[in-house]
Each structure stands twice: as structure tokens, then as C-alpha cells.
């Protein structure tokens, strides 16, 4: 086992009798909502996954610790200290050998899943390559760890502050299977549509289970997106993308680059649409989190 490894209990008795678990990541909390909206999210996350018979694994690094599995104090601490370093694979090696504190991304959850044993992992949006990116090189190390690490990923496709269409291209380069969940359509985060369309869709957890399972039967690495529209009944209409295209222009003007792209643009965002945008990213977080959990649970049958 891992010497930086942490799992909690819980976790690793369900991961040593072959039972669903889902990993869950920290950045959301951390970097991607406000105080107390954040806590409340990810206290709900854990119990919709309980609800579809998984068990939930919230994963962050504390104290240099690669914890799977966090107490409600841990919850409450990422929620509320602005102390926490956003963590992608680059970042890891630092933070562990330092004892300090990280919220992990996709790309790090992804990682430490793998560490763990743990094949499905929600999350609300994955990170993407960023519109310019031909010009500024920033595509999010999330598209990599797809490509090479075997977790099941998820999400409402990626937001329109990225450029879909390119991220898509470069997940069919890496060969990372991107499925709809009951849909044709890519899903946008806040929109169930984007324009682009997926190749197959998954008409039920079943379905996507022994998805996973075959790829990895046949050592086919790395990851795969799993795209669950936002519920119609919350979702936003076009006009969240005159918001985003505000908040891209602002982030330019203000020189914000980098990791601090993101979140500057989520918290933008939600001022423009008044709060609106929040909560479309919480239904479509625990929407993925009743998918998922049905997925890791029909996963673990499959492997019984
Ligand atoms: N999208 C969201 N909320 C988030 C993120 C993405 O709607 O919090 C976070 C995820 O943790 C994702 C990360 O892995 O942003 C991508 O950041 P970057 O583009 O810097 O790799
Ligand atoms: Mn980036």
C-alpha cells in the first residue's frame, strides 16, 4: 500500500469485499462553490450515493496525506479555509513533501482513486482545453490523466467557458470513450445541449458498467467520460452564454490566468446570473451522483 495513502475505514472495507464505491473530488468544494453552499453540496453528494446502495469516498490531501474518505470536520475545514492549494498532478509532489493542504482535481481525484482501487468517480464538470488555447497552450491536465489513469469519470460534459469542440478532438487523440448518459447530445454543464453530439449513448447504468469493465478486461487504459445532462427542470437556457462570454472578457482584462481561471470564472458567473448558475451546478452534481452511484453498484455486481 502507498505510504502517503489514507482510506478511511469504511472505504476500505467495502473496496476489500467487492462493494460500489464512489470517489468524489475536493476542488469543487474548495475552489468551484461558496461557503456554506459547498459543505451542504458535498454532505448531500455523500448520502445520494449512499441512497443507490455505494459508498461514498470524498478524496483530498491533508497535512500531505492522500486521504480517500473524509470526516464531517475535514468537509467543513475544505469548505471554509482559504488555505488549500488547488491540486493537479503537477502540484502533488509538492504538497505531500511539504504536509501541506490540497483541494484535488479531477485529474489528482483520478489519481488517487486509482491508488486506492476505486474505478467511478463524480463530479459536476471536468476541466478542458481552454478557448485560445492555440495561442496560451492551456489545456487542463485533466484531458491527460483520462488519457493514461483507469477511472470512470462522471460529469455534465465540460462548460462553455472551454472549447468544446477542441476538447472533444483531443480526448478521440488520447482514445478516452466519451458516452452520453440517455443522450445523444455533448451536455454543457448548465445546458443539456452544446452542439456537439456524442457517438453512443448509454441507455442505463447496467450498460455502462460492463462498458468499463470490458475496456479495462481488455487493458485498455485510461479513463472514460460519462456525460449526464443536468436535469431539464434546473438547466439554463442559451442565455447563460452571454454571462460566460461577459466573465471570459473580464478574466482577459484582469490578466487572471492559469489554474485561477476557473474558479474566477465560476464565481463570475454566478454574480451575473444572480445566484442562478449555483444552483444548476448543484442539481447537476448530485444528478451525476445518483447516476454514478448506480453505476459503481452495477460495476461491483459485474465484478461479484
Ligand atoms: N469545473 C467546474 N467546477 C470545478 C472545476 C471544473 O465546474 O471546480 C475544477 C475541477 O476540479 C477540474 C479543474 O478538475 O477545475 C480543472 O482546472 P484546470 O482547468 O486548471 O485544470
Ligand atoms: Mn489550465
Not at 121 to 136: K, L, N, P, Q
Not at 159 to 170: A, V
Amino acid at each position: 500500500m502507498n505510504q502517503y495513502l489514507e482510506i478511511n475505514e469504511e472505504v476500505k472495507e467495502a473496496l476489500k469485499n467487492n462493494q460500489a464505491v464512489v470517489a468524489l473530488e475536493s476542488t469543487i468544494i474548495s475552489h468551484g462553490m461558496p461557503y456554506p453552499q459547498n459543505v451542504q453540496t458535498a454532505r448531500r453528494v455523500e448520502e445520494i450515493v449512499r441512497e443507490q446502495g455505494a459508498v461514498p469516498a470524498t478524496i483530498a490531501v491533508i497535512g500531505g496525506k492522500l486521504k480517500v474518505g473524509l470526516t464531517d470536520e475535514e468537509l467543513e475545514f475544505f469548505g471554509q479555509s482559504s488555505d488549500i492549494l488547488k491540486a493537479s498532478r503537477r502540484d502533488l509532489p509538492f504538497i505531500v513533501a511539504g504536509g501541506l493542504h490540497g483541494a484535488t482535481t479531477v485529474a489528482t481525484t483520478m489519481i488517487i482513486a486509482q491508488m486506492a482501487g476505486i474505478k467511478v468517480f463524480v463530479t459536476g464538470g471536468i476541466g478542458g482545453v481552454h478557448r485560445g488555447a492555440s495561442e496560451t497552450f492551456d489545456i487542463s491536465a485533466d484531458l491527460q490523466e483520462l488519457a493514461k489513469t483507469d477511472v470512470a469519470v462522471v460529469c455534465a460534459g465540460v462548460k462553455s467557458i472551454l472549447d468544446i469542440g477542441l476538447t472533444l478532438e483531443y480526448l478521440e487523440t488520447q482514445g478516452v470513450p466519451v458516452l452520453g448518459y440517455q443522450t445523444k447530445d455533448f451536455p454543457a454543464f448548465y445546458t443539456r445541449e452544446s452542439g456537439y453530439q456524442v457517438l453512443y449513448s448509454l441507455d442505463d447504468a447496467e450498460v455502462a458498467a460492463k462498458t468499463l469493465k470490458v475496456k479495462w478486461d481488455m487493458d485498455l487504459k485510461g479513463g472514460l467520460v460519462i456525460a449526464n445532462p443536468v436535469p431539464e427542470a434546473e438547466a439554463m437556457d442559451a442565455s447563460i452564454n452571454e454571462a460566460i462570454e461577459a466573465s471570459l472578457k473580464e478574466c482577459d482584462e484582469k490578466g487572471i490566468k492559469g489554474k485561477d481561471i476557473t474558479p474566477f470564472l465560476l464565481g463570475r458567473i454566478k454574480e451575473v446570473t444572480e445566484g442562478r448558475s449555483l444552483e444548476t451546478n448543484i442539481a447537476l452534481v448530485y444528478n451525476n451522483a445518483r447516476v454514478g452511484g448506480q453505476i459503481a453498484k452495477a460495476y461491483s455486481l459485474l465484478n461479484k
